[in-house]
């Protein structure tokens, strides 16, 4: 079946960079696109970025210059990589496979804290 | 960027009620707009896609509607499951976005 699973680390220090990976089963990468997706403590959802299933990328705008995703369709991984980050940054970060424009199946999801 | 206005921000209700959810789209986006429902504590789920397009497995009690900028997430008799948060979320632009939520709870 499909999953979606988020790994990486729960605590950064402010500038730092943040690296997640996100381990897909149950489906190729080179068929669906996935996409990250955080969500702040108490607060909505927030689109990040994601990589389609040829590979482009798309970003949101607000953070495309600290962002990069990019996959290892070899491993079926699709890597996050943020830098610069800040207290603002904290949320949980979830995955999830794009079906088209929806995402139809996402992570259990990953909290990350920015602190020192 | 399209911004999503979601109505209520939170409805109160009972179950056996029916309730109607309202998202509302800054500029038209033709049928771009999905549902996802989110229980505390767990991952967003999809239900309606493409504005009215079910979603296998969803209960049908879950319904949507709507085109260009309003649009209706309907969920017939309320059951206790449903209490959660619903969002809307565009794709027509490729800088996608989320409404704020509305939380349904029990009055």
């Known amino acids: 079946q499909v999953q979606l699973k988020e790994s990486g680390p729960g605590l950064v220090q402010p500038s730092q960079t943040l690296s997640l990976t996100c381990t897909v089963s149950?489906?190729?990468?080179?068929?669906?696109?996935v996409s990250w997706v955080r969500q702040p403590p108490e607060e909505g959802l927030e689109w990040i970025g994601g990589?389609?299933?040829?590979?482009?990328?798309d970003y949101n705008s607000a953070l495309k210059s600290r962002l990069s995703i990019s996959r290892d369709t070899s491993k079926s991984q699709v890597l996050l990589k943020m830098n610069s980050l800040q207290t603002e940054d904290t949320a949980m970060y979830f995955c999830?496979?794009?079906?088209?424009?929806?995402?139809?199946?996402w992570g259990q999801g990953v909290m990350v804290t920015v602190s020192s | 960027n399209i911004v999503l206005t979601q109505s209520p921000a939170t409805l109160s209700v009972t179950p056996g009620e029916s309730v109607s959810l309202s998202c509302r789209a800054s500029?038209?986006?033709?049928?771009?707009i999905h549902w996802y429902q989110q229980k505390s504590n767990e991952s967003p789920r999809l239900l309606i896609k493409?504005?009215?397009q079910s979603i296998s497995g969803i209960p049908s009690r879950f319904s949507g509607s709507g085109s260009g900028t309003d649009f209706t997430l309907s969920i017939n008799r309320v059951e206790s499951e449903d209490f959660s948060i619903y969002y809307c979320?565009?794709?027509?632009?490729?800088?996608?976005?989320f409404g704020a939520g509305t939380k349904l709870e029990l009055k």
């Open positions: 149950g489906f190729s990468l080179t068929s669906y696109g």
């Open positions: 990589i389609w299933s040829g590979g482009s990328t």
């Open positions: 999830a496979r794009a079906d088209g424009y929806t995402f139809d199946y």
């Open positions: 979320q565009q794709s027509y632009s490729s800088l996608y976005t």
């Open positions: 500029q038209s986006i033709s049928t771009s």
């Open positions: 493409y504005a009215s």
